[in-house]
RNA sequence: GGAGGGAUGGCCGAGCGGUUUAAGGCGGCAGUCUUGAAAACUGUUGUGGGUUUCGUACUCACCGGGGGUUCGAAUCCCUCUCCCUCCGCCA
């Protein structure tokens, strides 16, 4: 949720903002309706102070009226002042009521109206309606090839070593669906413990296991949902949505909440399942483990005080980056366009690895700057050590990083021209110490 | 799944449908006293919205959320959420 003020200021300014992400809002509407919904609070704002001030005088006269019968005293006069008072604030009340109802669904309207308004873009953003205005900075270029022979696609190592299985997985839930067997469980699971013990250890971040399932406000709060529906999996009975994502729990820890400024920044990281429809992405990579409807991430999110949002982008890539270095991947860094930065987001890196089997470069990381945009939706703000007024904090988030994709590059990047795989140095000490994997 | 009890300010905890303010305590902040501190005493204390002479006052709302009854609701009714106790089931 973006601030209505601004909308209320610079209304063209904001259409042309959104108009640089490829996308359209209904900021007349939400003008219209935000005008109303002031004229209306205006006037019946001012009927409630009349209708508060003639029942407090009622209240005096039903004082007047039990002193009166206590003392035994003709209650006549009273009486009657009593029920000719209630006249004018019934009808102020009918007033009131009616007032109430249009306000009601003119602020339902409003909100649902704002659900639909992205986060603005930041002015360095690269602009362009789409990836192809995406920057990509340094390192560039594919990776020449160190191989001196034909490297293979994950799908045939893994196949061949039986640390995919491709046809189990499709066998109980379908297309998009593997189990991982033996030393390839293990090394996802070593992969996870890896870079859960580095952002903790060494970049300070504060490890959380958050529910798997979550409400749909929380969807809302992270700016996935209205506009998200139909990519996420939710219970057909209860309110439950399944995480797409990390980033729609952690986004919620605070919530309803006002933090003090010394506890900033509130950071955050998580190792949890992901869960998504694809429909976006129907018939796309659907070869290999590279997009499935569940999928590992480890994922970094901080809550920052405003002024150190810009600076904290730059830390939280570089800590996606630290894990790209030790497992010895292979990276480039884009710097998205307008038209390709997420919903919440005003500033997004992605960092994607090379693949020297399927020769492409995979993205297993995006890191945003979400601004006020998720804090405002889950209302989540912070206490001023100055003493001053409570204000929204800054969201960030940035995967650390997505699972099958590293996977993905370890094996066909460390592969021999056997078929065996090399296991990166710094796996080594959560795999039970196994240098390679190797067909049996 | 069944039965019952709860939710009040940063925290604890009162609150017969009304008569100027949600009592009281703790904590926090400021001040007095003191060489300094403590104690004591005094004052102060939240969030959001609207109007505005824009920095000043006025005003409205908020007692878990949402509806309702009433001239008037923390208080009565409905509903949802969460917590607690007991029974049953269970990794």
């Not at 605070?254 to 869960?275: K, M, Q």
């Not at 997009?291 to 480890?298: I, M, S």
Request: net charge negative.
């Amino acid at each position: 949720m973006i601030d209505i003020n601004i909308i209320r200021k610079k209304p063209d300014w904001v259409k042309a903002q959104i108009a640089k992400r490829n996308d359209s809002a209904p900021i007349d509407a939400i003008l219209e309706l935000d005008g109303r919904r002031r004229e209306i609070l205006k006037e019946v704002e001012e009927l409630r102070r009349q209708r508060n001030a003639s029942s407090k005088q009622i209240g005096r006269l039903m004082g007047q009226l039990k002193k009166a019968q206590r003392a035994g005293e003709d209650v006549t006069k009273l009486e009657t002042a009593v029920s000719q008072a209630k006249a004018a604030p019934r009808q102020i009340g009918d007033k009131i009521s009616t007032l109430d109802d249009e306000r009601r669904q003119v602020e339902a309207d409003l909100q649902e109206k704002m659900l639909w308004v992205p986060n603005l873009p930041h002015p360095d953003t690269p602009i362009g309606p789409d990836e192809s205005y995406n920057v990509i900075h340094e390192p560039q270029g594919a990776a020449e090839s160190v191989f001196d022979f034909t490297p293979k696609a994950h799908w045939d190592l893994g196949t061949a070593l039986d640390i995919i299985d491709f046809e189990r997985g499709v066998k109980m839930s379908g297309s998009r669906f593997y189990v991982l067997k033996g030393k390839g469980a293990r090394l996802q699971r070593a992969i996870i413990q890896f870079m859960l013990d580095m952002h903790v250890d060494k970049h300070g971040y504060t490890e959380a296991y958050p529910p798997f399932m979550v409400r749909s406000q929380c969807f809302e709060n992270a700016g996935q949902l209205p506009k998200f529906y139909d990519n996420v999996y939710r219970d057909a009975e209860e309110d439950f949505m399944w995480l797409a994502t990390a980033e729609v729990a952690l986004t919620n820890m605070h919530a309803d909440e006002i933090l003090d400024e010394a506890a900033l920044p509130a950071s955050y990281v998580a190792y949890t399942p992901c869960f998504r429809r694809e429909k976006m992405s129907a018939g796309k990579d659907v070869r290999g483990i590279k997009r499935g409807h569940q999928f590992d991430k480890v994922e970094m999110y901080q809550f920052v005080h405003p002024d150190e949002s810009e600076a904290e982008l730059e830390r939280m890539k570089q800590h996606a980056i630290d894990i790209c270095d030790a497992l010895g991947l292979r990276y480039r860094v884009l710097e998205l366009a307008t038209g390709d930065i997420g919903y919440a987001s005003e500033r997004t890196y992605d960092i994607e690895i090379w693949a020297a089997g399927c020769e492409e470069w995979l993205e297993v990381s995006s890191t945003s700057n979400c601004t006020d945009f998720q804090a405002r939706r889950a209302n989540a703000k912070f206490r001023p050590a100055d003493g001053g007024k409570t204000r929204y904090l800054h969201t960030l988030n940035a995967s650390g990083l997505a699972l099958p994709r590293v996977m993905i590059a370890i094996l066909e990047n460390n592969q021999q021209a056997d078929g065996s795989i090399i296991v990166p140095e710094v796996l080594r000490p959560y795999m039970g110490g196994i240098e390679e994997i190797v067909n049996c």
